[in-house]
């Protein structure tokens, strides 16, 4: 075991929506780009930018014994379109010259998400995985953490020792899948060897039917971490829900174990876990509500004031999922019906926000959303609107899975159309927890409806407020759509379930 193993650092994450705008280098800079010295920096202060299972495996390796970090680069492009190839080739190639360069090194981490395509390839994953491998060698152990919306190819398995993708959505187990990966790291340096087992499922499971605290998938997930913590020759076991608008081959429930000593009870485990999965699969089907049906609910809860006020999720424009974060169906339509006391986070239109900047506090004006957006489900509204908040957008995560973290929505402002308030942000993201309105000057307990662009992050930074049955997922059309038979796919695998019900999947 070396005394004080170099361990090089690195990151790509990228969850790729095939229908969403390409994302490049400049993309990239403007959400999170790091290079040596500055991602360990970035990692050791108190409310970093970076994800939290870096930060999770630097504090734990730093912890359990003596370790010279070589960090090369993480680029960080959040939920987006493809990557531009050109781009990625640069990158790729940035990061083989920085591994050569560190040699010799004795393991690799990589923070990755796992969903990303660029332009012309549909796994830059597995493509890194492999570059790292061919470079550093067979007996150097390569570990990544993914996020659990990751698609898992067989090149990834291949060429990596272990794959740690998150068992909670929301995502309030990042940090400790960082920990996780270090131990691991430790227990590889020592020379313990690791199996994988991956076994893909013809199962595309809709966003929304992927929580943890409660479904199917949850259940999926109890169960294999029940017997990971019975048999000790489990190390680990990764069941991914996967990101259905990457649109790869490579898509559909995946599920890695991977064991000590042998194959053999990671293989097990495996089988027993994909055959429950596929058992369970009718519950993988979506209900969500009709766009008028919210609407007569927000109304209702005007009239009736005993009513507990809602949350309302435009679950297909989630930002998190690559969508853009300005449709205007549920702000239209409720402004058309006279909807009051409600408010709507965060709305991304960066034009709008600099408008209100200008105009200052307490102008009158008209406002007009979207006035440049070019993509088709983000329709122009207008309506006579006034500036009631305004801010530089730079908050630190109060709860949930941006708890601790410092996040950027850039100029801010809040502005009242008739009886709605709608934050508009400048840096496209989704709504963690109820700063992303009370730092707006919207007081969440005045409210009656609150509208978030966000598929499910947003429950774990409003659950103390808004438990499971006050949460309502509108139906609209969108990037993100839970219901997938809406989108004209060309590279899942097919028949996959629930698009496909006559799909079939055997264990032999
Ligand atoms: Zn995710």
């Not at 012309?120 to 919306?149: C, Q, S």
């Not at 019975?230 to 990764?238: D, G, H, L, S, Y």
């Not at 200008?358 to 983000?378: D, I, P, V, Y």
Request: hydrophobic content about 40%; overall charge negative; charged content about 25%.
């Amino acid at each position: 075991m070396p005394k004080r193993p170099r361990i090089a650092i690195l990151g790509f994450a990228l969850e790729s929506n095939r229908f969403a705008p390409v994302i490049g280098r400049s993309g990239f800079e403007r959400i999170n780009y790091l290079e040596g010295q500055a991602i360990l920096d970035e990692a050791r202060k108190p409310n970093p930018r970076i994800a939290a299972n870096v930060t999770g495996f630097i504090k734990t390796m730093d912890e359990s014994g003596d370790w010279e970090p070589v960090p090369l680069v993480i680029a960080n492009g959040a939920a987006a379109g493809p990557c531009d190839h050109t781009f990625f080739t640069e990158l790729m190639a940035d990061m083989k010259r920085g591994l050569e360069a560190a040699k010799p090194l004795d393991g690799v981490y990589f923070s990755q998400h796992g969903a990303a395509i660029t332009t012309e390839h549909h796994d830059p994953d597995g493509l890194m995985f492999e570059m790292a491998r061919a470079v550093v060698g067979k007996d150097v152990p390569i570990i990544a953490t993914l996020d659990l919306h990751a698609n898992i190819s067989e090149l990834m398995v291949g060429s990596t020792d272990l794959l740690v993708g998150y068992i909670t959505n929301p995502h309030v187990d990042m940090w400790d899948r960082g920990i996780e990966a270090a131990k691991a790291m430790r227990e590889l340096l020592a020379g313990v060897r690791y199996y994988p087992t991956f076994i893909r499922l013809p199962l595309v499971a809709p966003s929304v039917t992927l929580l943890t605290a409660r479904g199917p998938y949850g259940d999926l997930i109890n169960m294999g971490q029940a017997r990971r913590a019975k048999e000790n020759a489990i190390v680990n076991v990764t069941i991914m829900g996967g990101f259905a608008w990457s649109d790869t081959p490579d898509n559909g429930m995946a599920i890695v174990v991977t064991s000590r000593g042998s194959t053999d009870p990671g293989q097990r485990l495996a089988r027993d876990l994909a055959k429950a999965c596929w058992a369970d699969r009718e519950r993988y089907q979506v209900t969500l509500t009709p766009l008028e049906d919210a609407i007569g609910m927000m109304k209702d809860l005007n009239r009736d004031s005993s009513k507990p006020a809602l949350v309302f999720a435009d679950v297909a424009d989630n930002p998190g999922g690559g969508a853009r974060g300005n449709t205007t169906w549920i702000l239209k339509a409720a402004h058309e019906a006279g909807v009051e006391d409600m408010a709507i986070t965060p709305f991304f239109d960066e034009e709008m926000a600099a408008d209100a900047h200008k105009l200052g506090c307490g102008t009158r004006f008209l406002a007009r959303f979207n006035r440049s957006e070019t993509q088709e489900f983000s329709k122009p509204f207008e309506a006579e609107a006034v500036v009631r908040n305004l801010s530089d957008g730079v908050i630190v995560g109060r709860r949930g899975t941006g708890a601790g973290r410092t996040i950027r929505l850039g100029p801010t402002a809040t502005l009242q159309v008739g009886g709605i308030r709608v934050v508009v942000i400048s840096n496209r993201t989704q709504a963690l927890d109820t700063g992303y309105f009370e730092s707006f000057g919207v007081a969440v307990d005045q409210m009656r409806s609150l509208v978030v662009k966000s598929r499910g992050h947003f429950r774990a930074g409003f659950d103390h407020l808004f438990p499971h049955e006050r949460v309502i997922e509108v139906d609209c059309p969108g990037l993100v759509s839970p219901i997938l038979s809406r989108y004209t796919w060309k590279g899942l695998p097919r028949p996959v379930y629930p698009m496909d019900p006559a799909a079939t999947w055997a264990a032999d």
